[in-house]
């Protein structure tokens, strides 16, 4: 995926938050406490809140929550870090984002290359598609080819989803 065709498919925080709600409740809101599929927003847009009582986030649980800086800037960091074909620095990251502080951009450079790492396969559930070959390298038949990056992003953003394990 070239840079403009990432940037207008995520352009706003609502687009970056439907691709997450898309990867992670494809046939609709489950409640992760009663399994309910009811909910409705809360305030934030980015809360859910079920049946139950419980409130949850498209974000909970992933290298997002309890971030101060936009899905936006999220979607671009992990975009940059995964198309570095020659790897992702700091350094890079920072100005690329136009980070005044290097320790921010490398937390997050750590936080990403976590996410990219595969984490197991009891972390994994739900995400049926990841494939290593998609992570910093080629496809099978050697090609960078249309949609590799879009894989891949995909699927280091279906892997923030188990970073800390706690969905
Ligand atoms: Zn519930």
Request: glycine share 10%.
């Amino acid at each position: 995926m070239a840079f403009d065709e990432f940037t207008t498919k995520f352009a706003t925080e609502e687009q970056c938050r439907d691709y997450l709600y898309q990867l992670r409740w494809p046939e609709g809101f489950v409640c992760p406490k009663c399994e309910h599929g009811k909910a409705w927003n809360v305030g934030d847009v980015l809360f859910e809140r079920a049946n139950c009582g419980r409130q949850t986030s498209v974000i909970a649980g992933t290298i997002f929550q309890d971030t101060r800086k936009s899905l936006k800037t999220w979607f671009t960091a992990i975009w940059w870090v995964t198309t570095q074909k020659t790897g992702a620095s700091a350094v890079g990251l920072k100005n690329v984002l136009g980070f005044g502080s290097y320790q921010t951009a490398w937390t997050w450079l750590h936080k990403i290359r976590t996410a990219m790492v595969n984490p197991g396969r009891s972390k994994l559930k739900g995400v049926m598609e990841v494939d290593e070959c998609y992570i910093g390298g080629e496809e099978n038949d050697g090609k960078r080819g249309r949609g590799t990056e879009n894989k891949t992003l995909r699927i280091v953003l279906s892997r923030t989803f188990f970073w800390v394990g706690k969905l």
